[in-house]
């Protein structure tokens, strides 16, 4: 016998959720962090040679690229990006439980709010 998927059951399911979010989060930074301090990271002294104002394509590329070498300053930043995507997920996690209750007002509610944080997510690079 089936049981229901309960309000009960959706807010440990998302608590759960948050809770893993987090935790892989702080243990990817960390990792990132010794990996850094066994690196030896150095400051650069000529700030005004950093470059800014890339796009969003090239800022990607050398993310993964360095993460691919396993550095650790990609590492760190893999760490915050899981902490980010988090409540994003958590949306996505709310959307699916409304939906298995059948709760339709809250399903338009989740879907609103998931492609607001995904158009501000997706266009934060446009100038």
Not at 71 to 86: D, H, N, Y
Not at 95 to 106: Q, S
Not at 110 to 124: K, P
Request: proline residues 2%.
């Amino acid at each position: 016998m089936r049981k229901n998927f309960t309000d009960v059951d959706l807010n440990r399911s998302v608590g759960n959720l948050l809770r893993l979010g987090v935790i892989l989060s702080v243990a990817i930074s960390l990792v990132g962090f010794i990996k850094l301090f066994l690196e030896g990271f150095k400051m650069p002294k000529n700030y005004s040679a950093l470059e800014t104002g890339s796009s969003s394509e090239k800022v990607w590329s050398l993310f993964w690229e360095s993460l691919c070498k396993g550095e650790g300053m990609a590492i760190i930043q893999l760490g915050i990006l899981v902490l980010i995507f988090t409540p994003l997920m958590r949306i996505v996690f709310a959307l699916i439980g409304y939906l298995k209750e059948k709760d339709y007002t809250y399903v338009v509610i989740s879907s609103i709010v998931l492609a607001i944080m995904a158009i501000s997510f997706f266009t934060g690079y446009a100038h």
